[in-house]
């Protein structure tokens, strides 16, 4: 059975500070995905991960994926507060099903 | 506009009654999903739905049913509704065409089962 897990589960920090988040899983896949989501709202998607090794950046926050460590890491460099958020791994559980496990969500609080 | 659309979203009723969830999108997408999420947990697959001829279970489908009346449209039934049922329902759709296959979710339906 697939598990994903990831920690912290909460997470408070100060701005211009860095940080990450790390999310494992617990059998083979090859795609991974990071949403985040806002106090009562959606899930927007950040990164999708399709590959050992693949590394992808957007703006302060940069996704990369360890397929054979089964790992993934959600870094941020110099936090801001627009950052706060739930931010959430999924991992695919059947290839070509497209079956979603999630994590359990870090909840990250950026003060000024 | 928004692409994924849910109706209601919000809902309070009472423990035996039926409700339907439904969701609409305008991406073209084929595949659409049903989620629902609980405090301090992830999002977790009720049943998903590769085009409108294909139904399938996920983790949790128990005392759910779901009809894909169109490609556009995935609605989901709580038959007899119970307290436990009390969560945020979210619907997603992909493309399986479109590279890595991202899931774009709906803005979700508080439920509330008394």
């Known amino acids: 059975e697939l598990k994903v897990e990831q920690n912290p589960l909460f997470l408070s920090m100060q701005e211009g500070k860095n940080y990450t988040i790390y999310c494992n899983y617990s059998?083979?896949?090859?795609?991974l995905y990071w949403y985040r989501q806002d106090p009562g709202k959606s899930l927007e998607s950040l990164f999708v991960l399709l590959s050992n090794g693949a590394v992808k950046q957007e703006g302060r926050l940069m996704a990369s994926l360890d397929t054979k460590a089964r790992l993934s890491t959600l870094h941020i460099t110099a936090a801001v507060h627009d950052l706060s958020a739930t931010y959430f791994c999924?991992?695919?559980?059947?290839?070509?099903?497209?079956?979603?496990?999630f994590g359990q969500g870090t909840r990250l609080t950026i003060n000024p | 506009d928004a692409d994924v659309t849910q109706t209601p979203r919000n809902r309070i009723t009472k423990t035996g009654k039926r409700i339907m969830l439904e969701c609409s999108q305008t991406?073209?997408?084929?595949?659409m999903y049903w989620y629902r999420q609980d405090p301090g947990l992830g999002l977790r697959l009720i049943y998903y739905?590769?085009?409108?001829?294909?139904?399938n279970k996920g983790e949790i489908s128990d005392g759910y049913s779901v009809s894909r009346q169109a490609q556009a449209k995935f609605s989901l039934s709580l038959e007899s509704a119970i307290p436990n049922q009390t969560a945020l329902y979210f619907c997603a759709t992909s493309d399986k065409d479109r590279a890595g296959e991202t899931q774009y979710f709906g803005p979700g339906t508080r439920l509330l089962v008394l």
């Open positions: 739905s590769f085009d409108v001829k294909d139904i």
């Open positions: 999924a991992v695919v559980k059947e290839w070509g099903a497209q079956k979603l496990v």
């Open positions: 991406k073209g997408h084929d595949r």
């Open positions: 059998t083979t896949s090859d795609r």
